[in-house]
DNA sequence: GATGAATGAGCGTTCATTCAT
DNA sequence: AATGAATGAACGCTCATTCAT
């Protein structure tokens, strides 16, 4: 069977992964314009120059940080709704995936909240943004329409509802709330009595 | 009886409101690891040198901005909530409180929103954080014990409920929801139905 | 009696006196360009701004701490030195002169140890010491044309007496040596050696 | 054999060397807190960013200068001592050792005899001035032994012996003398008095 | 005359980015 | 492809000097 014809390449490059990995933690803990990029490096084990192999530049490295975190959180939950749900069902998907993102990726979720209006974020990221918001969008007015979700615009629940989990996570950084399972059971039957008719 | 004719002299403090000022826009809109010390000065019509004879430096600015905000924002509610209210009539002043503080003085809003763990902060900016939560917390408490508001602990109703407020203004501002007198009073309701028992 | 016509005026300004003095302390304590002047003018009890009614602008200030104390130095030793002494009693009357300068006037004698070519310095103040020379050159000249001292370029022995003198301060300020009158009078003795023909 | 055909690549101290060299002159000419960073670099032929790999800061750069010139004295001197001289010979090998330093030199030791209680001078480097110190006492002490150099306190017979061939530096700086072979001679013997018993 | 708040040029230092190796 | 030494623009901040009071 004849070998297909494409170069043999390093892994789908480690390097790119250990920068993108590096800066999500250095621009939580520090802030994106609190970062050096040389920082970034060390982090990651590589070379200053090397970044700029893979990202043009601070802000593309900024954006490919922010799209894989929202691309990655995006996938997550999707993973959750597919299939024949009720709309609590969905709900309560949803609020696990949630917590499940957090606890599986608290970097990339704190991420997320934290530089939503970075000023070196671009169309493209801003794009994706929008995207998720249409897909979750769809799942409230499909709740709607089945009559189980209130009736409301559907950006004022879901501004609503991811709000109140982001407070949560704030909360508890802010060290006044223990995030465990059963907090986070609580939170979701306060949550529900938002969104239900 | 004619006024004595001398000159009016600008109020001292005149230089360090402007300065106040024009670091609270700056750092909303880029960040405060993203404000170099001469825009701020320029913003408010001042020699650069001059912000170091109101603050002692940039991290000390950061702390009187987000003081001075806190503090607004903490009276603010504190002037709303007097009186005998029933809770719901207490949650109506909280939640009003809240949109006419973000009408009045959307800036400091989000800075407090946006920079309430900036590494920035001081001991003493935590402390009225703090401060802040405790009287809040006591409000829910006194809710919960006239069996009005849900049993749960209070940080987490807080959390929840000041998140979807946030979650609503954060919406706003990426251009999906417009937050106008009837909007805001719909996500009353919302809110209402995490808090009520 | 008539008085006489002039403006009877503040005495002889006590404020640039202690602008001077201040200015004095302070340069050998953090070198000239190590000083700020809002520094000299709080230690001299003034504002600010009043130095430079005094004085042009901080070289001049340099300049003129310069000069007094090079002046101060000159009067002191030159009053001791006037008589009908002989040659040894003359370098006596000088090393005692420097030792009592140094003791009443530490500060002054410090400074032109340590600032005698400080870049501020300007023609003036090198034409002042230029003076200072060609009158302590006369004298060593009057000791070689009686016998007394030894035959050498009366720049060489002044140089090297002088740089003796300063060598026992600069030991005494590193530590390494206590400057009491015993331990001068047995420098004198040594001193001696290099003058004497 | 004939040599391997690489690249000959500059020497990785060469910027090193090169910042020290123009730091050393300009802290001559100017001061240390006469001296900007950038001119440091100008001067030195790197960037100014690139000072601070080597140098922490400014003031380590000036310890580094420091030690660099006492260390090159100490040795310079050392190696003119070592062997079985006579006291007579060892104080004529050390003069003569500080003439050709001096010579070699004299950027060097202008700066160790003006610098020498720069605010900027660590712990370590005050360490090195007392070896030196201690080393040169012990080269007196020995002579005194001999019952050759006078019985007086070494600090004091150091301090006055190199203060005034200081002296005669600063007396040259001045323009008032010419320091030459002749005149180094002269001076010896005229310091040689100093010493003798 | 005397003041000290205000200024902005210039300081010491950092860091995004480049490029010789 | 990968590096990290080198750069210089730009940062936070200081201070010589001015000028309205």
Redesign the interface.
Known sequence: MAQPMRKLSVPASDKRQAILDAALELFNE?????TPMPLVAERAGVGAGTIYRYFENKDALGNAVFRVCKLALQQHLAERIRGGLTPRQEFHAVWRGLWEFFGANPAAFRFLE?H????YLDAESAAI??AV?DSTADFVRRGQAAGTF?A??P??????????????V??A??G??TLNES?VD??EE??W??LRA
Chains 1, 2, 3, 4 share one sequence.
């Open positions: 520090r802030s994106f314009n609190g934290t939503h209006h970075g000023s943004s929008d918001f209130r409301a615009a950006a004022l629940l879901i501004a609503m509802t991811f709000g109140a989990f982001i407070g949560l704030k909360e950084d802010a006044r709330l907090v609580d939170a306060v949550a009595n938002m």
